[in-house]
DNA sequence: TATGAATGAGCCTTCATTCAT
DNA sequence: AATGAATGAAGGCTCATTCAT
């Protein structure tokens, strides 16, 4: 019955579109199965019988939201290979902004991955090993690129941490943010302000701190 | 009897202390008021009785969070008047920095904060007004400081989120940070360590903004 | 200290009145202690100190409707000792109308009773001797008069009951009659009334059955 | 294995079996939902499971009680067309009293309406609508014969009420009945002779009103 | 005498999960 | 393969009552 396999996959697929929705608005615990299900148009045992139970069902969600996220924005966005170090970091945020602040499908990703690190479940570690862990690879060689040789590792990780702190910052503190300055917006060309400010604010902080440790070095 | 001054502790102040910690572990939802009064020692109707619901209670807990650990780390850190923007900087971020990474009751402070960005209450608003706006205005003053005439509004607004940032940084991505670099510790030392590099790099950026806008304007 | 006894009455007597009422509107159960003291501007702990427990205070709050409104419709409403039976179950159906339909402090009144009815508490046995086996006395000498002598202990007793639930309907079933009769009302002519009818069907009544009696009886 | 057969009947239905019974002992505050699903051997949730909560649950069993009854003992008890207004006029009284006093499953119903009148729920409002008002209307259509044409339709509608409170009356004041005069029985032969005297009496008040009307028209 | 604080039992409801089909 | 029915474990909240002062 191929009709029947088709279902299947519709069912499944359903399941984790409407699951990355309600966890994102709700969180793990307050997402209620019977409501993804609902909006799913799924049985409330569906769950249950595709994924087992609540919790791997959610790290599967998880998984997929990252997938779709990094489909969407890969972090290279179409950079050419000659491309400066400067261009690379430009790149880099102006990605990791755009696929945080999204408001589409990917949205969820973003805030699945907030709600993992207020209340970190199993879930996290597989996707730090896979995907976070190779984006931070990136960007912690295209600081080491702006830092020069005099830079230790220490340097390196503080200054990939600094630029990764700001690109997440509009999203987490989103709520924080909307309350202190309500006509802050997340339209595209905000989104490129934002990437240009945290670019150049990043860029004097990596020339200050090269300069530095060449001084020390001297 | 020892025992006899654990007892003689207000009730009230016994559920807030117990539900601090908790809040801050399980989050709102997951939190339960039988576990908050079991460790407070007190009748589930204790938290009924004292706060109204659950919500009320939340929202009291959040307030005294914040006045503990604005207690413990005020933002100026015995600064002297006489003292340079430069200073004022370094006190403001290593004040930020232990306030949120404290081990001890201010801990809570950063946990629930987390959580409300995640899932922000009606608690939220009076907290951004009551605390957050004046410890951010506080951070404009120094940073319009730092980045002289020539910078615009959104220039201090968005330095001083670049600032801001970074101190949350190492709160609100712990887990991660915990898989990705398992060594990171957060004893006072350390703590001074990051201090010192938020510092350093926000001056570097501060001040290739501030030349920026000066070459800008000639 | 005599301000302190009348301060003592006082209390006592708020908590009546205030009982009266929220027994009324709400039942023995779902009445609550706190409203009930809240209202009375008294302390939660005054109903268990002055009357024991819950279950004590409502019968005293029985009691105390009822002396109400026995005092303020006497069943015999100043009838003249030469008066005509016609004349006495004239004044008995005006009275118990009266009474039950009263909107003032004895409303309570007719609202406990009807309650009792429908979930009898200990407080009923006391109720019944005291207040209504009187009452139903009155009643059946007046009826007896009215059947003659043919008539039997059983005859009396039903025609009695025929005139008492005549009267309680309207208050017993005023939820059923308010959305059958939306326009019926119960001010003092609209109580005229009724006690007319009432008063006329239930001499026809009477005299048919007593006519039967007769007839059978010769 | 005769245990089966109750297993099979649906919890639905055994829920509302069970829930007749103890709504009308206890009404519906006091009643608990844990009582009504031990009685019918269901789970505590399977309350909420097939009625929602408490409330719709009520309504429910409300309406399946008023069926029930009706179904037992239809208002005209098998009479002929050709019936004269005294006989339908019998064959009422003996049907609603029946149907009132009934000591097995449609007793809930008198009981449930009892506790409606004192503590109106919305489910009142539907029941009065759909069982009351019918049953209500075949009355008056009886009382309007039996009137004669010189009856206004406020005639109609207290001489109506005047009988439906005599039927009521033994059900709804049966706890003060009992008190005072504790061999009332309510066996067949019994609610036979309440019949045989409530339609006598009602017979000889409508003549009695009808002549009163006829004189004041001449 | 009178009160505010505190208690513990119990209720309705919700939810993830399982079971029979 | 998939579902509707049913389960049992909590959770938040309410309430009458008690206790220390």
Chains 1, 2, 3, 4 share one sequence.
């Not at 399941?15 to 799924?42: M, Q």
């Not at 489909?71 to 000659?82: D, F, N, S, V």
Request: glycine share 4%; proline share 4%.
């Amino acid at each position: 019955m191929p009709s029947a396999t088709v279902d299947t996959t519709d069912t499944r697929q359903r399941l984790l579109d409407a699951a990355g929705k309600v966890f994102a608005e709700k969180g793990f615990r307050s997402a209620t199965i019977r409501e993804i299900c609902k909006r799913a148009k799924a049985n409330v045992a569906a769950v249950n019988y595709h994924f087992g139970d609540k919790e791997r069902f959610y790290a599967e969600v998880l998984g997929y939201a990252h997938r779709c996220a990094l489909e969407k924005y890969p972090p290279h966005l179409g950079l050419a290979e000659t491309a400066t170090a400067e261009e690379r970091l430009t790149a880099f945020v102006r990605s990791f902004l755009l696929r945080v602040l999204d408001n589409g499908r990917p949205a969820w990703h973003g805030k699945l991955m907030l709600r993992e690190m207020a209340e970190p479940t199993a879930a996290l570690d597989r996707l730090v090993e896979e995907s976070i862990r190779p984006n931070l690879d990136l960007l912690r060689s295209i600081v080491t690129d702006l830092l020069g040789d005099a830079a230790t590792d220490d340097d390196v990780r503080a200054s990939a941490s600094s630029i990764v702190a700001q690109c997440l910052f509009y999203y987490q503190c989103r709520p924080v943010i909307t309350r202190l300055n309500p006509q802050q917006s997340y339209d595209p060309a905000a989104i490129d302000r934002l990437a240009d400010h945290i670019t150049r604010f990043s860029l004097g902080g990596l020339r200050h701190r090269a300069e530095e440790r060449r001084r020390e070095r001297s």
